[in-house]
């Protein structure tokens, strides 16, 4: 099969290999589509340390193995693989398993190939009226409800998203359907503009009215959207951060102590809410989309990614060059 | 009256100053016994931009104005002065206040003097069986116990303090006291033993065994025990941060982000319960006290205080030279 796959010095290159062979419990995946995301594109940066088949955004179709209750269906799946049997997943806590493994991340290969196999403990059936271009969202967009989650919503005073990529769209989205007063900062009034629609007022940061907020969450990805969510979180509020910066921050650490504010790490989330959210048509999932790539234009595909104010950049893993 | 005075240079020298006069509102309180702490000594090392008396932890008398109904009553204080108008008080915050002086520390006066003035809203009247060497820790205590609440005890699990200094071993026993299980983790074998009759598990950083904390509370005031802290909280764990640094913290954002850990400020909380733990005699106050200086020496005070290892150190500011 056809893969992008990374090796030990962070070269990515399209691949022939031989297709997984799940392993018991676990189902072969046929992609369909798969979803670029920033973690992929810091792993070429070498902020992880990952070897293998990228990728963990994805939609398919289960192709084995024969007998599976799950055969045909269309699927997503949660992107960690847990062991179910250490104190955390005791917990209840399997995205933070002592040994887990995520595909395309972290010991495990992932979805920038034509298969690709998971337990089918992670699986989801994908509802008829979630078309695969809406499907291929539900990882980020479970993330996006997760950081919803930890913000803890004011419902009083507005919410402040700094970010306006795709992260931070999906999130003052997912704000804005939950009643929020939502408030976004960016750069890219194009980007903005997707965001009205919901009711989200929206701000280019040079035009960003004074003034503090309960809560903020980070999604730009650089240092200086942490700088300005600190700055305009109010006492005792709470930021969420949803990126990772590849340079450690310079925490001033009077700015979280002395107003007692709390910073909270957001990473992931669970996928049926998602779903479910995607399946009531509620997310503008369409105007994310930059550009579909078929798997074998692969590396043109991570190249437009990285290019700033890309949005979603898609694979088209089952199409093969001449479908 | 006598007064330790830090001026825009950072340079703190005993002066002889008129005695405050107390606004409409205000007590006049005449300072039995006042401690040094950590803050004051940061602002020596300019992490804060203080002119005036230095000085917030202390106990007094209430010495005017005439006619007061707290006149000849022994008090602490709450140190955050606030309007009771803005936004943040009227949302309970008045510890937050957006024009807030704080004594010694923001814009007002502070302590280490023969006279202090506070609003009589800010004064607590120390009950008879706290002796002024038990009240002059209401301040840190109510700190400690802020910090304590923040960490939203974990009552399966044992929650890591960082630091055996004064703060460090407050918390300790705070958090014994309602019982959690604690670790405590330092440097001065001397001090951890203060924690043990409070069932306090003990260690020297090197012996601390493996294995994380849903919370950890660092209080050590250097940027390795936030290390420290952060590399041994679970993942959805709590990192309290009581302790402020000079330098910028070089902050991992991963280290956030993919264990979805909660760092939380916290500077200081509410002295009624912290008077009512002390009215129950079950801090051991005076275990913590390394020496009692006149005020007249308090130079000598603030260099001793700056000593590593050395514990609480207070001011006489009721007796004079030759009393």
């Known amino acids: 099969m056809l893969a992008l796959y990374c090796d030990d010095n962070r070269q990515v290159a399209l691949q022939e290999l031989p297709a997984p062979q799940p392993a018991p419990g676990e189902a072969l995946i046929r992609v369909t589509l798969a979803g670029i995301c920033g973690t992929d594109l810091q792993i070429l940066r070498g902020y992880h340390d990952f070897k293998g088949v990228m990728g963990h955004e994805f939609v398919g179709v289960v192709a ?6 799950w055969l045909g269906k269309r699927v997503v ?4 693989v847990s062991c179910g049997d250490c104190d955390l997943c005791r917990l209840g806590m399997p995205r933070h398993c002592r040994t887990r493994r995520v595909i395309g991340i972290k010991d495990r290969d992932g979805a920038f190939a034509t298969y690709l196999t998971l337990p089918e403990a992670n699986l989801l059936a994908v509802p008829l009226q979630v078309e695969d271009e809406a499907a291929v969202f539900t990882e980020p967009l479970a993330a996006a409800l997760a950081a ?5 919503l004011p419902r009083k005073s507005p919410v402040l998203v700094v970010g306006d990529g ?5 999130i003052s989205w997912a704000l804005a359907l939950s009643e929020a007063q939502v408030h976004l900062v960016g750069h890219h009034a194009e980007h903005l503009s997707l965001a009205e629609p919901y009711g989200v007022a929206t701000f280019l940061e040079k035009d960003l009215p004074p003034g503090d907020y309960a809560a903020v969450v980070e999604t730009s990805g650089a240092a200086a959207g942490l700088d300005l969510a600190l700055a305009r979180v109010r006492p005792t509020g709470t930021v969420i951060m949803k990126s990772t910066y590849v340079e450690p921050y310079p925490l001033d650490s009077a700015n979280l102590v002395v107003p007692e ?3 909270i790490g957001s990473r992931c989330g669970p996928l049926g809410p998602a779903l479910r959210l995607l399946a009531r048509g509620l997310i503008n999932h369409r105007a994310l989309i930059d550009r579909r790539f078929p798997l074998s234009q692969g590396l043109e595909a991570l190249e437009r990614a990285q290019r700033p104010g890309v949005l979603k950049v898609l694979l088209d893993c089952g199409r093969q060059p001449g479908d």
Chains 1, 2 share one sequence.
Not at 64 to 69: E, K, M, R, V, Y
Not at 166 to 170: C, N
């Open 77 to 80: 799946g949660e992107i960690n």
């Open 64 to 69: 084995g193995p024969p007998g599976s209750s």
């Open 166 to 170: 795709r992260l931070g769209l999906l």
């Open 148 to 152: 919803v989650d930890a913000a803890r």
């Open 261 to 263: 504010v709390r910073l």
